[in-house]
């Protein structure tokens, strides 16, 4: 087989997670374009339904990863659909861009974040992964082979640095303290499955972007591009390579593994 071959996905079935995001929708084009099925899971059924139309072999689903019933809804109809499933990709995530809204400055603060919002992006963040991961695994399971991405973040390696979210005249405010916490959980989920699917065909591996550009206004943009050796945010097609990689026979020989996509952002 040529190293061309083995990124090949033809007749091969993912879901995606957070298919209709920023990153999702981008993740769910690759694996199209790699010959994959794709099945486009997201809350915003409408946005699912957009990008799964954009796509040659693909279906929306209406998905909440914080029901369990949902995430068996959504195996049940992937099978029924295509048969098998053979990619997951954990993708669906709280990520609020920090606001310029004094309110919402104020509860990002740690002293004054809430509890409720803390629960509600561990359910969705950390639960929502697990549930996912546990109703897709079963297929796998039977199959005898399956590749799970789990998506994660150059936070769950290394603290926010605060800094780049100041504004000269303005109140702080901070990317919030859960979202390290969860992204750093989701490293430990990833090599937690990878050992204890330890002699088995089913791969467990995690993706790291750095930053990704989402219009973000200019100072945050040029804070945060200081702060990485290639000197800018990520485009958002560039963490599709690694995607592909992880999903693929390309890496049939890594579990329990972490690829950062960054920007050189933790290398200095």
Request: hydrophobic share 45%; aromatic share 10%; glycine share 10%.
């Amino acid at each position: 087989m040529s190293i061309l071959d083995k990124f090949n996905l033809t007749g091969r079935v993912a879901i995606v997670t957070g298919g209709a995001g920023l990153l999702g929708s981008e993740f769910c084009r690759t694996l199209a374009e790699a010959g994959a099925a794709v099945v486009v899971a997201d809350l915003a059924a409408g946005s699912a339904l957009s990008v799964a139309e954009s796509l040659p072999r693909a279906f929306p689903f209406p998905l909440d990863v914080t029901d369990p019933a949902s995430c068996a809804a959504l195996v049940e109809t992937t099978l029924k659909e295509f048969g098998r499933l053979d990619i997951l990709v954990n993708s669906a995530a709280l990520d609020p861009k920090v606001s310029s809204d004094g309110a919402v400055r104020d509860a990002s603060s740690f002293e004054n974040y809430s509890l409720e919002a803390w629960k509600t992006a561990l359910e969705v963040n950390l639960t929502g992964m697990f549930l996912a991961t546990q109703a897709a695994v079963k297929p796998m399971k039977a199959q005898g082979k399956g590749s799970i991405i789990n998506i994660c973040s150059t936070y769950g390696l290394v603290a926010p640095d605060q800094r780049i979210y100041q504004k000269p005249g303005q109140p702080p405010q901070y990317k919030p303290v859960y979202y390290s916490v969860t992204k750093a959980g989701v490293l430990g989920f990833t090599r937690y499955l990878a050992a204890y699917y330890a002699g088995t065909e089913i791969r467990v591996n995690a993706l790291t972007p750095g930053g990704v550009f989402n219009d973000h206004d200019g100072t945050f943009v040029a804070n945060y591009s200081a702060k990485t050796i290639l000197g800018r945010m990520a485009r958002k097609d560039e963490m599709n390579g690694a995607l592909l990689f992880l999903a693929s026979d390309a890496s049939s020989y890594m579990t329990g593994s972490n690829v950062v996509v960054d920007g050189g952002w933790t290398a200095w």
